[in-house]
């Protein structure tokens, strides 16, 4: 199954909630990525993290094309072109940036992926919009100015989708502050996907956890 950049905005603002993770162990990140799916996740940020990253991506990816065809990979902390071609060529299907970098906007566009860059400005956003990007990656969401300043974003620009990475933990209120200033998204790392669990091989612990927030998310979206 070939995710085109449409599917995968539709997937993410469906869920709502992206798990951001990653462990040098291929056959762990297979186990974590498939309870993350199984929880209702199943577009998964997989982190840019040392050497020999890009092959461990591609060996998931080619598993998961395998095996899991309704999984959607993509990959996080990629601050270079270069880089980015190198995950595009291993079955990414999007691609996300602490910062804006706008050699690998291009490189995106050219390929037809989705491309999420890190901003923490108005003008930053702005900028991202002019590159084509649906979606904007506020980080660090919290150290940034939090759901006020995503409301205030909002004001003058509403056609903005954001979705910040740090400062959104997996419960309810927490997730009723920001989906209420206005993302349409939230990445979440080790508060939704614990170390603990991932040590113990608690796939099921794993699952419970994403499905409790994607249903946060849903149970907050009904109410409004």
């Known amino acids: 199954m070939r995710h085109d950049r449409l599917a995968v905005l ?19 990140c297979l186990e974590v990525i498939r309870a993350c799916a199984r929880g209702g996740a199943p577009v ?5 993290r040392g050497d020999f990253a890009c092959d461990l991506f591609g060996d998931i990816a080619r598993e998961l094309q395998r095996t899991d065809p309704h999984i959607i990979p993509g990959i996080g902390s990629v601050v270079d072109a270069g880089t980015a071609s190198l995950f595009l060529n291993r079955g990414a ?25 890190g901003c923490g400005s108005v003008t930053e956003i702005g900028q991202a919009h002019e590159l084509g990007c649906e979606v904007v990656k506020l980080f660090p969401g919290a150290s940034v100015g ?24 997996p419960d309810a209120a927490s997730i009723a502050r920001w989906f209420g200033s206005g993302i349409i998204a939230a990445g979440m790392g080790s508060k939704l996907v614990t170390d603990a669990a991932v040590k113990a091989g608690d796939w099921a612990a794993i699952e419970a956890s994403v499905r409790q927030a994607v249903e946060a998310v849903a149970t907050f979206r009904a109410g409004r």
């Open 44 to 48: 998964i940020e997989f982190t840019n």
């Open 93 to 117: 299907r999007f691609v996300v940036s602490p910062c804006l970098v706008p050699e690998v906007a291009g490189v995106c566009n050219r390929r037809m992926t989705a491309y999420f860059p």
């Open 10 to 28: 539709t997937a993410l603002e469906a869920q709502g909630v992206v798990p951001v993770f990653y462990h040098p162990d291929a056959g762990v």
């Open 146 to 169: 939090g759901p006020d300043f995503v409301k205030a974003v909002m004001g003058p620009m509403p056609w903005t989708k954001i979705m910040p990475t740090g400062g959104v933990d």
